[in-house]
């Protein structure tokens, strides 16, 4: 899963791939390939990176099926959706 260079202006083009579907049990690692820091956050509060900085990553494992929609807290605009089934 990439942040894309650029990424606080592109709103749901901001994550790649997005939305995304992945197996139940999956670990999910966001990469930050902008310039800039920015986190994943779970809207319902299910995970919360703190600031992955320029070139690093943050990983989560999805154990329950469902879908779950995150956001950058320092880019709101900033908004995906994970499929896990």
Do not use: E, R
């Not at 901001?14 to 956050?41: C, L, R, Y």
């Amino acid at each position: 899963m990439g942040i894309v260079m650029n990424a606080a202006t592109l709103a749901a083009k901001a994550f790649n791939p997005n939305p995304i579907t992945v197996a139940i049990g999956t670990s999910v690692t966001w990469t930050n390939t902008d310039a800039i820091a920015h986190t994943s956050t779970g809207d319902a509060g299910g995970w919360n990176s703190g600031v992955i900085a320029p070139g690093a990553t943050f990983s989560v494992n999805f154990p329950t099926a469902g879908t779950y929609t995150y956001h950058c807290s320092i880019h709101p605009d900033m908004v995906g959706t994970m499929v896990v089934q």
